[in-house]
C-alpha cells in the first residue's frame, strides 16, 4: 500500500508544469502573420475563453502572452511577438 501511495504522490507531481517549463520546449506550432501581435491577441483571447473560463492575457515586453493554467499547472501557452524580417 506506501508503493501505491509513494508511486502516485510521485505521478502528480510530474505532473506539475508551469509557463517556465512550456517555454523551455520547442514550440508545438510556429506561425507567422503580417496582424500586429496586439490585434492577433485580441482576435484569438475571445476563442480562448470560450474554450476555457480560466484563460488569461498579459502584455509583455515583446507582445502578448495567453496563458490557461489550472490548479498551478500550464496547460496552454501562447506568446504572439514581433519579430524583424521577411513575413511569408
Known amino acids: 500500500m506506501r508503493i501505491l501511495i509513494g508511486a502516485l504522490a510521485v505521478a502528480l ?6 509557463a517556465g517549463d512550456l517555454e523551455q520546449n520547442e514550440p508545438s506550432i510556429s506561425a507567422k502573420t503580417t496582424k500586429d501581435p496586439k490585434r492577433y491577441a485580441l482576435c484569438v483571447f475571445p476563442k480562448w475563453q470560450n474554450a476555457r473560463t480560466d484563460a488569461s492575457m498579459a502584455e509583455t515586453e515583446n507582445g502578448y502572452r495567453l496563458l490557461i493554467a489550472s490548479h498551478s499547472m500550464a496547460d496552454e501557452l501562447l506568446d504572439i511577438v514581433r519579430t524583424t ?4
Open 13 to 18: 507531481l510530474v505532473g506539475c508544469v508551469g
Open 85 to 88: 524580417g521577411e513575413v511569408l
